[in-house]
């Protein structure tokens, strides 16, 4: 295994602090509390989604018809391809018109089963402009048609990529890794392949917000319900069932990560809402990465939804400032 790069800026690996004053719900701020609403609102008005196939939901988010806006395209983006072991896998790549200080691997969200780089295009344009970094986002292959470990494969395909093409293309080798949500999951899932399957581990900083990181369904995530504020029991249920259609031992590491050997990652800053029903996880990985000798830190939002990041208000902002210090620092 490759040793930490001499240049690493040394990061504490002091005790997770969580206070309690977090979880009070006079902790909300009224902006968060008003874009919780919005949200409950706009899905509670929604069909059940779950009947339309998956294809039709991402069509429709691509052309700006989803329950939230799509945010405009970035004019730092351009779209390549590279061999995957399924096929080519599409990156969208955004550099900065500066020379890149670093490069993010970026991993989206969506269950496994939606989204994609093109609708994260206005929180990584946001990402090149606030720390001087080119963004690398992953358009992995999605179940339910192509199922686990198609989309692992995929992310692990990038990210060698990166380390081959980076450093001449980029003119930088300093690397950091991240996503939301089913991102966090396939980020970390990447760093542990690469570390057991190729003796790696070259990123500087993991950035893993609202990740799902055992498929079993965590407390927070079993007992959810059903109230739309993104996410909820179901929702999560949908996803990984889809996932997993061709079966897949949820208790494995490159399912659910939380059940890792997770000696030998880099520092990872933790991020998560209150009012998100993914808490739990985050609560659990951010000290078992801890416990393993790496550096963590976690930052607990009150009222703060699932990927609260991608809506607007001060939580968003606050959240924001501090997953671009933690990246420009790495």
């Known amino acids: 295994m490759s040793s930490p790069l001499p240049d690493r800026p040394s990061r504490s ?4 602090v969580v206070d309690p004053a977090l979880f009070d719900p006079a902790a909300v701020a009224p902006d968060t509390r008003a874009v919780n609403a919005a949200i409950v609102k706009a899905l509670g008005a929604v069909p059940d989604r779950w009947v339309f196939p998956m294809a039709m939901l991402r069509k429709l988010r691509l052309e700006g018809k989803g329950p939230f806006p799509l945010s405009p395209e970035s004019p730092y983006a351009e779209v390549i391809e590279i061999d995957g072991p399924h096929g080519p896998v599409p990156l969208r790549i955004l550099t900065p018109p500066e020379p890149a200080r670093g490069v993010y691997l970026h991993i989206h969200g969506g269950g496994w089963c939606l989204g994609s780089a093109r609708e994260n295009d206005g929180l990584n344009h946001r990402f090149v402009e606030r720390t001087g970094f080119a963004v690398v986002s992953v358009d992995y292959r999605l179940a339910p048609e192509v199922p686990y470990p ?12 990166l380390l081959r093409e980076g450093p001449a293309r980029f003119g930088t080798d300093r690397f950091a890794i991240g996503g939301e949500s089913a991102g966090a999951n396939l980020s970390v899932a990447t760093l542990l ?14 950035n893993l917000n609202a990740g799902c990181y055992d498929l079993g369904l965590t407390p927070s995530a079993r007992q959810w319900g059903d109230e739309p504020l993104v996410l909820n029991t179901r929702d999560i249920n949908v996803f990984v069932g889809h996932y997993l259609r061709e079966g897949g031992d949820i208790a494995i590491p490159d399912i659910s990560p939380l059940h890792a050997d997770l000696r030998g990652l880099p520092p990872a800053l933790f991020t998560i809402g209150t009012r998100d029903a993914l808490l739990d996880d985050t609560l659990f990985m951010a000290p078992r990465w801890l416990a393993a000798g790496n550096p963590a830190e976690l930052a607990v939002y009150p009222g703060g939804c699932h990927v609260f990041i991608g809506f607007p208000g001060s939580l968003a902002d606050q959240a924001l400032a501090r997953t671009h210090a933690f990246i420009s620092a790495c």
């Open 13 to 16: 690996s002091s005790a997770l």
């Open 150 to 161: 198609a989309a692992p494969d995929d992310c692990e395909a990038a990210a060698l990529w």
């Open 193 to 206: 392949r690469l570390r057991d399957r190729h003796d790696l581990t070259p990123f500087r900083a993991a």
